[in-house]
């Protein structure tokens, strides 16, 4: 009688165990999560315009490169066409076949991990792939496979790019390499060998950007992530089919229990700093926490040279000449917006004013820049007991700084100014008719900590045609500027 009461408590222990498990899975698959609605089709069109921006940007190195090595093999057979034919053998076809791959949207997606690893856009995909597999949750299911399969697209145009990298690094080391072995050659291709040099460094940068630039989610996306990132049911997704659990080869489901053959669990490194604390005494966990704050510091600075030396991608390649630090940005990217503000003493003639300018710079790399600008000019009035706000008329601007040394740059410009006072919006004379300005002189940087302002600007400038004009206007200037 016993062993039947046993037996039916028992059942009805796993009939209830296995209803609550049916309820929470229902509950699970039958929710929708609250993404916003345009979410998945701003994924697919980010991922479309950088996929856009690499497959154009890589084709363009690879025909460069292509043209390259056709000038150094024909320089080369004419003096030794044995070598130029087994030196430059088949290369044309392997730069022709990654052109091919990035043109066509069929490459191979790999499953194992190479190069860096971005945890944002693993992330990404497997939130895509988990959404495949569980279509209620998302509510919009062609909006997520379409998304996924840009998202595919992308991963496929970046490891043809990867390869491609390895394929033209190889291939300036197999040149560096025969030439440098082969000194009557030193001078015939020497220069087309620093040509392709640089070509191999820009790309790499380049490559590395588009790589990072998933790196910085926006709001919209982190927020959808964040939501995901609740289910116990992704999480175990996650653990089983994400690009880190292949590397380590994790089994599904076991990632957080699973030791990997000379890693550390988090359980082993927290004792081992308990320890640490506890043998240092009272000030221990000060002491502790200070050497970790000198550490993170050093730390990340070793993490910003390896990364401007190209460490993870491909390789650490030392350049031999100095690179230019805008050459890899688009020109959108190499323009600056800034802010200037300028006052003159107030003169017999003249009240004073102050010049409210705005630029625009076009960054040319190695710190400098040319751009043009304009200003307004706002009257004050003749001293503090006489303020009087009043339109002082217009300027019109051009600037270039040549950076010296540090933080310190040679200014030069030539400016047009209208000192008639006048309304802001009435018709200016010819341009002829206004007052010209050349200048020269000195500006200091300083940066900033601001996200909204690069850094300030500091400029001493001598108007060197200041005394040409009636009445003569204020020969030396200062300037504080802001750039965004």
């Given at each position: 009688?016993?062993?039947?009461?046993?037996?039916?408590?028992?059942?009805?222990?796993?009939?209830?165990?296995?209803?609550?498990?049916?309820?929470?899975?229902?509950?699970?698959?039958?929710?929708?999560?609250?993404?916003?609605?345009?979410?998945?089709?701003?994924?697919?069109?980010?991922?479309?315009?950088?996929?856009?921006?690499?497959?154009?940007?890589?084709?363009?190195?690879?025909?460069?490169?292509?043209?390259?090595?056709?000038?150094?093999?024909?320089?080369?057979?004419?003096?030794?066409?044995?070598?130029?034919?087994?030196?430059?053998?088949?290369?044309?076809?392997?730069?022709?076949?990654?052109?091919?791959?990035?043109?066509?949207?069929?490459?191979?997606?790999?499953?194992?991990?190479?190069?860096?690893?971005?945890?944002?856009?693993?992330?990404?995909?497997?939130?895509?792939?988990?959404?495949?597999?569980?279509?209620?949750?998302?509510?919009?299911?062609?909006?997520?496979?379409?998304?996924?399969?840009?998202?595919?697209?992308?991963?496929?145009?970046?490891?043809?790019?990867?390869?491609?990298?390895?394929?033209?690094?190889?291939?300036?080391?197999?040149?560096?390499?025969?030439?440098?072995?082969?000194?009557?050659?030193?001078?015939?291709?020497?220069?087309?060998?620093?040509?392709?040099?640089?070509?191999?460094?820009?790309?790499?940068?380049?490559?590395?950007?588009?790589?990072?630039?998933?790196?910085?989610?926006?709001?919209?996306?982190?927020?959808?992530?964040?939501?995901?990132?609740?289910?116990?049911?992704?999480?175990?997704?996650?653990?089983?089919?994400?690009?880190?659990?292949?590397?380590?080869?994790?089994?599904?489901?076991?990632?957080?229990?699973?030791?990997?053959?000379?890693?550390?669990?988090?359980?082993?490194?927290?004792?081992?700093?308990?320890?640490?604390?506890?043998?240092?005494?009272?000030?221990?966990?000060?002491?502790?926490?200070?050497?970790?704050?000198?550490?993170?510091?050093?730390?990340?600075?070793?993490?910003?040279?390896?990364?401007?030396?190209?460490?993870?991608n491909g390789g650490m390649d030392m350049p031999a000449f100095k690179p230019n630090d805008q050459k890899t940005k688009s020109f959108l990217k190499r323009l600056?917006?800034?802010?200037?503000?300028?006052?003159?003493?107030?003169?017999?003639?003249?009240?004073?004013?102050?010049?409210?300018?705005?630029?625009?710079?076009?960054?040319?790399?190695?710190?400098?820049?040319?751009?043009?600008?304009?200003?307004?000019?706002?009257?004050?009035?003749?001293?503090?007991?006489?303020?009087?706000?009043?339109?002082?008329?217009?300027?019109?601007?051009?600037?270039?700084?040549?950076?010296?040394?540090?933080?310190?740059?040679?200014?030069?410009?030539?400016?047009?100014?209208?000192?008639?006072?006048?309304?802001?919006?009435?018709?200016?004379?010819?341009?002829?008719?206004?007052?010209?300005?050349?200048?020269?002189?000195?500006?200091?940087?300083?940066?900033?900590?601001?996200?909204?302002?690069?850094?300030?600007?500091?400029?001493?400038?001598?108007?060197?045609?200041?005394?040409?004009?009636?009445?003569?206007?204020?020969?030396?200037?200062?300037?504080?500027?802001?750039?965004?």
């Open positions: 009688m016993l062993h039947t009461a046993a037996l039916c408590l028992v059942a009805a222990l796993c009939v209830t165990t296995q209803g609550s498990y049916s309820q929470s899975v229902d509950s699970v698959s039958d929710k929708v999560l609250d993404f916003p609605s345009h979410l998945f089709s701003k994924i697919r069109k980010r991922t479309a315009d950088i996929d856009h921006q690499l497959t154009r940007q890589t084709t363009a190195y690879l025909e460069k490169m292509m043209r390259q090595e056709q000038k150094m093999q024909q320089k080369l057979y004419k003096v030794d066409s044995n070598a130029a034919r087994q030196l430059f053998a088949h290369t044309q076809d392997q730069y022709a076949g990654y052109l091919r791959k990035l043109r066509s949207d069929t490459a191979v997606t790999r499953s194992t991990l190479s190069g860096v690893y971005h945890p944002y856009l693993d992330s990404l995909q497997g939130s895509m792939s988990f959404l495949q597999n569980n279509p209620r949750l998302s509510g919009n299911l062609p909006q997520v496979q379409a998304a996924s399969a840009q998202l595919q697209t992308l991963e496929s145009k970046m490891q043809v790019a990867t390869d491609a990298q390895n394929f033209i690094q190889q291939r300036k080391q197999q040149l560096s390499n025969y030439i440098s072995t082969h000194v009557s050659l030193q001078n015939l291709m020497s220069k087309p060998l620093g040509s392709l040099e640089r070509q191999t460094y820009y790309y790499t940068q380049q490559l590395r950007q588009y790589k990072e630039m998933w790196d910085n989610p926006d709001r919209l996306i982190d927020q959808a992530l964040s939501l995901l990132d609740k289910l116990p049911s992704f999480n175990n997704f996650m653990h089983a089919n994400s690009q880190l659990a292949g590397l380590f080869g994790v089994p599904g489901g076991a990632a957080s229990t699973a030791n990997v053959a000379g890693l550390q669990t988090r359980d082993q490194v927290s004792q081992v700093i308990q320890d640490q604390v506890a043998s240092g005494g009272p000030g221990g966990a000060g002491a502790l926490q200070s050497d970790l704050g000198a550490a993170q510091g050093q730390l990340d600075t070793y993490k910003s040279k390896l990364a401007s030396l190209g460490a993870g600056q917006v800034g802010f200037n503000l300028q006052s003159t003493h107030n003169s017999y003639y003249l009240p004073m004013t102050t010049d409210l300018g705005l630029s625009l710079a076009y960054l040319l790399g190695h710190g400098n820049d040319v751009g043009i600008g304009a200003s307004y000019k706002l009257g004050w009035g003749n001293g503090i007991r006489d303020i009087a706000f009043s339109s002082q008329g217009v300027g019109l601007r051009s600037f270039v700084d040549i950076k010296v040394k540090g933080s310190f740059s040679a200014t030069g410009g030539f400016e047009y100014n209208y000192t008639t006072p006048q309304p802001v919006f009435r018709q200016y004379p010819r341009l002829r008719e206004w007052t010209k300005s050349g200048l020269i002189g000195a500006t200091k940087s300083i940066s900033t900590k601001m996200r909204a302002v690069k850094k300030t600007t500091l400029s001493l400038l001598w108007d060197f045609l200041s005394y040409e004009q009636i009445p003569r206007t204020q020969p030396f200037l200062f300037r504080v500027g802001y750039s965004f």
